[in-house]
């Protein structure tokens, strides 16, 4: 969510501002509500897996080649996961394979754009 504060301050684009703060409230709420919970849980991993994706790809418009490339796959790869997901369309990754198969590219988008932004002689486009 301290990531979306920061890109809004400086691009000032409400939007990306709103997909951070969801992600973030849903990736707080899957580690506060435990599988134990799982009505309220579920609620907050669906957030989580939704916004996530979603903030990839607005934030292939912060970014430049060949981020921009790669961070989008990710986010298609998160989003097209989550979808077959959600249709029970496990196939051999069975599923815990395949919520792994669409988190695992979020998380690595966080860290891909993370070090994008920490570069100093990269300007993100505005």
């Given at each position: 969510m301290?990531?979306?504060?920061?890109?809004f301050r400086d691009h000032a684009r409400r939007w990306i501002l709103?997909?951070?703060?969801?992600?973030?409230?849903g990736a707080m709420g899957v580690g506060i509500f435990t599988l134990n919970t799982p009505g309220i849980h579920g609620i907050f991993a669906l957030t989580a897996f939704v916004f996530?994706?979603?903030?990839?790809?607005?934030?292939?418009?912060l970014s430049?080649?060949?981020?921009?490339?790669?961070?989008?796959?990710?986010?298609?790869?998160?989003?097209a996961g989550l979808v077959l997901h959600v249709l029970e369309i496990n196939g051999p990754l069975g599923e815990g394979g395949m919520e792994?198969?669409?988190v695992y590219p979020s998380l690595l988008f966080l860290l891909v754009f993370g070090g994008y932004l920490m570069n100093p002689g990269v300007r993100s486009s505005s």
């Open positions: 301290f990531a979306g504060f920061v890109l709103a997909l951070f703060v969801l992600a973030g409230i996530t994706p979603l903030e990839a790809l607005a934030c292939t418009r430049m080649p060949p981020i921009k490339q790669l961070i989008s796959v990710l986010g298609i790869w998160a989003l792994r198969f669409f």
